[in-house]
Protein backbone atom coordinates (compact mmCIF):
# COMPACT_ATOMS: atom_id res chain seq x y z
CA UNK A 1 0.00 0.00 0.00
CA UNK A 2 2.65 2.76 0.64
CA UNK A 3 4.48 2.06 -2.39
CA UNK A 4 1.71 3.26 -4.28
CA UNK A 5 -0.12 6.21 -2.68
CA UNK A 6 -2.37 6.05 -5.52
CA UNK A 7 -4.08 3.11 -4.01
CA UNK A 8 -6.65 3.56 -1.23
CA UNK A 9 -6.95 -0.08 -0.27
CA UNK A 10 -5.03 -3.10 -0.61
CA UNK A 11 -6.42 -6.11 0.62
CA UNK A 12 -5.53 -10.34 0.90
CA UNK A 13 -8.33 -12.57 0.54
CA UNK A 14 -9.65 -16.14 0.73
CA UNK A 15 -12.32 -16.54 -2.55
CA UNK A 16 -13.74 -19.66 -0.91
CA UNK A 17 -15.04 -18.02 2.01
CA UNK A 18 -15.44 -14.57 0.56
CA UNK A 19 -12.85 -13.02 3.34
CA UNK A 20 -10.78 -10.09 3.24
CA UNK A 21 -8.00 -11.36 5.91
CA UNK A 22 -6.19 -8.77 6.13
CA UNK A 23 -6.28 -5.12 4.57
CA UNK A 24 -4.40 -2.16 4.76
CA UNK A 25 -6.43 1.49 3.42
CA UNK A 26 -5.87 4.95 3.45
CA UNK A 27 -9.53 5.55 5.84
CA UNK A 28 -11.36 2.84 7.78
CA UNK A 29 -13.13 0.45 5.17
CA UNK A 30 -17.26 -0.99 6.16
CA UNK A 31 -17.21 -4.57 6.21
CA UNK A 32 -19.71 -4.24 3.26
CA UNK A 33 -16.93 -2.97 0.88
CA UNK A 34 -15.09 -5.74 1.63
CA UNK A 35 -17.89 -7.92 0.87
CA UNK A 36 -18.44 -6.20 -2.39
CA UNK A 37 -15.05 -6.57 -3.94
CA UNK A 38 -14.71 -10.33 -3.01
CA UNK A 39 -18.04 -10.86 -5.16
CA UNK A 40 -16.95 -9.36 -7.46
CA UNK A 41 -13.05 -10.67 -7.74
CA UNK A 42 -14.89 -14.26 -6.95
CA UNK A 43 -17.26 -13.42 -10.18
CA UNK A 44 -14.18 -12.33 -12.68
CA UNK A 45 -11.62 -14.45 -11.29
CA UNK A 46 -14.35 -17.56 -12.05
CA UNK A 47 -15.54 -16.27 -15.14
CA UNK A 48 -18.04 -13.70 -15.26
CA UNK A 49 -20.78 -14.45 -17.82
CA UNK A 50 -19.42 -17.50 -18.12
CA UNK A 51 -16.01 -17.62 -19.25
CA UNK A 52 -12.66 -19.26 -18.31
CA UNK A 53 -10.82 -18.60 -15.03
CA UNK A 54 -8.48 -15.96 -14.42
CA UNK A 55 -5.80 -14.82 -12.75
CA UNK A 56 -5.60 -11.56 -13.28
CA UNK A 57 -9.02 -8.95 -13.37
CA UNK A 58 -9.96 -5.44 -13.33
CA UNK A 59 -12.91 -3.36 -12.76
CA UNK A 60 -13.97 0.27 -13.43
CA UNK A 61 -16.02 1.99 -10.62
CA UNK A 62 -16.67 5.49 -10.13
CA UNK A 63 -13.16 7.56 -10.35
CA UNK A 64 -11.79 3.71 -9.23
CA UNK A 65 -9.85 1.06 -10.78
CA UNK A 66 -10.14 -1.98 -8.96
CA UNK A 67 -7.36 -4.86 -9.46
CA UNK A 68 -8.00 -8.40 -8.82
CA UNK A 69 -5.10 -11.09 -8.49
CA UNK A 70 -5.50 -15.13 -7.84
CA UNK A 71 -2.46 -15.98 -6.27
CA UNK A 72 -0.76 -18.89 -8.55
CA UNK A 73 0.27 -21.06 -5.79
CA UNK A 74 -3.18 -21.24 -3.65
CA UNK A 75 -5.66 -20.58 -6.21
CA UNK A 76 -8.37 -19.62 -3.59
CA UNK A 77 -6.17 -16.98 -2.35
CA UNK A 78 -6.30 -13.30 -3.63
CA UNK A 79 -5.08 -9.57 -3.49
CA UNK A 80 -7.31 -6.66 -4.15
CA UNK A 81 -6.20 -3.07 -4.82
CA UNK A 82 -8.24 -0.31 -5.45
CA UNK A 83 -6.43 2.79 -7.56
CA UNK A 84 -6.55 5.95 -9.03
CA UNK A 85 -7.03 6.33 -12.52
CA UNK A 86 -3.52 7.52 -13.50
CA UNK A 87 -2.07 4.97 -11.49
CA UNK A 88 0.90 3.00 -13.02
CA UNK A 89 -0.78 -0.57 -13.58
CA UNK A 90 1.93 -2.11 -14.83
CA UNK A 91 4.26 -1.12 -12.23
CA UNK A 92 1.21 -1.69 -9.59
CA UNK A 93 0.80 -5.62 -11.30
CA UNK A 94 4.62 -6.60 -11.27
CA UNK A 95 4.50 -5.49 -7.44
CA UNK A 96 0.98 -7.60 -6.77
CA UNK A 97 2.42 -10.70 -8.60
CA UNK A 98 5.60 -10.14 -6.64
CA UNK A 99 3.58 -10.49 -3.36
CA UNK A 100 1.74 -12.90 -4.22
CA UNK A 101 4.42 -15.20 -4.65
CA UNK A 102 5.86 -14.56 -1.15
CA UNK A 103 2.86 -15.01 0.43
CA UNK A 104 2.55 -18.42 -1.46
CA UNK A 105 6.10 -19.19 -0.27
CA UNK A 106 5.38 -19.01 3.78
Do not use: K, W, Y
Not at 33 to 58: K, Q, V
Not at 86 to 93: M, N
Amino acid sequence: HTAFPECELVAFADLSSGLVLSADADTPQPQERFDRLCRTAIGLLNGAAGGPPSHEAMALDTGEIQVFLRSPRAPDEALFCVCAPHTDLGALLARARSQLEAFGER
